[in-house]
């Protein structure tokens, strides 16, 4: 039986972040526009490679080229990673053409990420007050809008520029960002630590040291006095690196990548949990990061400091409900999006051929959450899920199992979302993703388990789309579990 991390998702969306955009959400009042003066111009194209590591193995490339144009910067960003997950090795691709003002604010893109049989493009242009997007995945296009309360920037123009600015050294400065990859506008803040000579591959180079925060996560990055990367560390154990071209393309594709990521990205127990399918209770003491950042209290979980409670919902309390819930207050959960397409003919002609006459919401959700189970062939893959993709390709892991159980959940009226964790297994809690629907409360589901509800070894951290699953990141390699009862 495979169970999909959703980490793998966030991995490489956090990649593509990094690569291409910064991020960062806050729930306070936007900050005022970023008062910089002009950044000495690059006159010249300006081409750059690096290696990409993961806790010291190869793991991909990516390469950056910068023209100056009469009224700003093109650029087109690539990179390559090849991921060993569960012994298998996937290759992912990303692209971004980019077209920026003279100070770098972003005026045009288009993004596309691939893997295997899975595309996804993102194109957007800024206007005044908003931004117009276009997405493609799974062969459907939605179109959308967004507001937009200051022009957003991205990471490839905020290094030239901090580069060149003298920035005084310990100093926040916030930065309004766009991703197209999660199509969401956030705020970064960057410092400048300093200046320090680093080593080069055999060369030491002067560099200024400046780091990101978002989410939680804090990145370093080295800089020359062009803002050209010199060097990256990100959490997880990411790494880039600057290479020549022929060096940062000479990736070993006659083997496979030795450090599976999933494996090294568990968080093991001294005391295993036998049989977890037959507990109803869990009790678990969390240890490594702050628990304010996470939804750990509510529903079937109790967070007192430290210690967590997990209660299996025993379905046959439920009261009776029927399908569909037209109440306002869910109006959210049983709403489209662009990535669970829950209006679209094809996911809806789907529900009414699997549920029939059912309006149950009970039996509903096991019709449903049995369909994807069975209809979807459990593989590896990397992407970023929508249910419409998933549908067609009929493959995928937790995430896309969820993704296309939330979007036919919503159409049937059943208001449902996505949450994220860890689950245990094999003496080892992993990161995963599932989905909860309100039936009186909500219940856990998890589609590429086969179980509603879900057994007390899933550890819900966050709820929401793949824009907030990159939040797992502040746990990756701090999260400490330990099993106190199993009941």
């Not at 005022?32 to 490339?61: C, D, H, N």
């Not at 596309?112 to 995945?137: C, M, N, T, W, Y």
Request: contains cysteine; positive net charge.
């Amino acid at each position: 039986m495979f169970v999909k991390r959703s980490f793998i998702a966030a991995v490489v969306l956090f990649w593509c972040l990094m690569n291409i955009l910064l991020l960062r959400r806050q729930v306070w009042a936007p900050p005022p526009p970023v008062r910089l003066q002009p950044a000495t111009s690059i006159t010249q194209p300006m081409e750059e490679w690096w290696g990409i590591y993961f806790r010291g193995e190869k793991i991909g490339y990516a390469a950056q080229t910068i023209v100056p144009q009469p009224d700003g910067y093109l650029v087109h960003d690539f990179s390559l990673l090849q991921l060993n997950l569960l012994g298998t090795t996937q290759t992912v691709k990303t692209r971004l053409e980019m077209t920026a003002a003279a100070d770098w604010a972003v005026k045009r893109f288009a993004f596309e990420l691939e893997s295997h049989d899975v595309s996804f493009k993102a194109r957007g242009q800024v206007a005044p007050g908003k931004i117009e997007l276009e997405v493609d995945s799974g062969g459907h296009r939605t179109e959308k809008t967004l507001p937009l309360s200051q022009r957003p920037y991205l990471s490839v123009g905020l290094k030239p520029y901090i580069a060149t600015q003298n920035l005084e050294p310990g100093k926040d400065h916030l930065f309004w960002t766009f991703d197209p990859s999660t199509l969401s506008q956030q705020v970064t803040t960057v410092t400048v630590e300093g200046r320090e000579r680093i080593q080069v591959g055999a060369e030491m180079e002067p560099a200024i040291r400046i780091r990101q925060r978002f989410k939680g996560i804090s990145v370093i990055s080295w800089v020359d006095g062009q803002g050209r990367t010199l060097k990256e560390e990100t959490p997880a154990g990411f790494a880039l690196l600057k290479e020549r071209p022929e060096q940062a393309r000479a990736l070993a594709r006659d083997r496979s990548i030795s450090l599976d990521v999933i494996a090294q990205t568990a968080v093991p127990v001294e005391n295993p949990i036998d049989d977890p399918g037959r507990k109803t209770i869990l009790k678990l003491k969390l240890a490594g990061f702050d628990p304010a950042h996470f939804s750990l209290n509510g529903g079937r979980q109790r967070l007192d400091r430290d210690l967590l409670e997990i209660r299996r919902e025993d379905l046959t309390r439920l009261g009776a409900h029927k399908v569909p819930n037209r109440e306002s207050r869910f109006a959210a959960y049983l709403q489209p999006t662009p990535f669970a397409q829950s209006d679209h003919p094809e996911i809806r002609a789907l529900v009414q051929k699997v549920l029939k006459r059912e309006t149950d919401a009970v039996k509903a959700t096991a019709r449903l959450k049995d369909w994807v189970y069975k209809g979807l062939a459990k593989a590896p893959t990397v992407s970023i899920p929508n249910a419409l993709e998933v549908l067609q390709t009929r493959r995928g892991d937790c995430n896309e199992h969820t993704v296309l159980f939330t979007a036919m959940a919503r159409a049937a009226g059943i208001p449902a979302k996505t949450v994220v964790g860890v689950v245990h297994l094999r003496g080892a809690f992993y990161y995963h993703a599932w989905a909860e629907v309100w039936l009186g409360e909500w219940v856990s589901v998890d589609p590429v388990l086969n179980q509603f509800p879900a057994d007390v070894t899933h550890i819900k951290f966050l709820e929401g789309e793949i824009d907030r699953q990159i939040d797992i990141l502040q746990l990756i390699g701090k999260l400490k579990i330990e099993v106190m009862e199993a009941s």
